[in-house]
C-alpha cells in the first residue's frame, strides 16, 4: 500500500492514483510489490500533462527508486511551434527511475502524434 503512493508521489507533483481498496494485496511477493492496472497522471517539467498507465507495474522494497511496468500505454502533451501535439505512446515493457527522472519504454515501442508523426522502435527513453 506505501509502495503505491510512493511509487505515484515519485513521478509527479501532481498525482490521481487508485484507491487503496483497488490493490489487491495477494500481490505482495518477497521482496517486490505488485500493483495491477498501475496509473500515474501528472505534468512534466515543462508543466505539460501527461499519463502512463500499465497492466502490472512491479516495485522492489529494497530499490523503491525503480518501477518496473509490463503492457505500458500512455499520453504525452507537448508544444512545436506553439500548437499543442498529443503523443499517444504504446510499449510492452517501461522502467520509470525516479532518480534520473526518466521512463524508459522497451519493446515494440509505438508513438502516433496527432499532427500526423509516427515512430516505431524498440526503445524510448522520455524524460520528465
Given at each position: 500500500m506505501v509502495a503505491a503512493l510512493?511509487?505515484?508521489s515519485l513521478f509527479t507533483k501532481q498525482l490521481l492514483w487508485t484507491p487503496i481498496s483497488a490493490i489487491n494485496m495477494t500481490d505482495i511477493v518477497s521482496k517486490q510489490f505488485k500493483?495491477?492496472?498501475?496509473?500515474f497522471?501528472?505534468?512534466?517539467?515543462?508543466g505539460e500533462p501527461f499519463t502512463l498507465r500499465a497492466k502490472t507495474g512491479y516495485q522492489e522494497y529494497d530499490?523503491?527508486?525503480?518501477?518496473?511496468?509490463?503492457?505500458v500505454s500512455g499520453?504525452?502533451?507537448?508544444?512545436?511551434?506553439?500548437?499543442?501535439?498529443t503523443d499517444n505512446i504504446t510499449a510492452?515493457?517501461?522502467?520509470?527511475?525516479?532518480?534520473?527522472?526518466?521512463?524508459v519504454?522497451?519493446?515494440?515501442?509505438?508513438?502516433d502524434s496527432s499532427n500526423g508523426?509516427?515512430?516505431?522502435?524498440?526503445?524510448?527513453?522520455?524524460?520528465?
Open positions: 510512493v511509487a505515484g500493483m495491477s492496472g498501475a496509473a497522471v501528472g505534468t512534466d517539467k515543462n530499490n523503491p527508486d525503480i518501477v518496473l511496468m509490463e503492457t499520453t504525452v502533451n507537448r508544444k512545436s511551434d506553439g500548437k499543442k501535439i510492452r515493457n517501461g522502467k520509470y527511475n525516479r532518480t534520473n527522472k526518466t521512463v519504454l522497451t519493446g515494440d515501442v509505438r508513438v508523426d509516427k515512430i516505431r522502435t524498440d526503445e524510448l527513453v522520455i524524460r520528465l
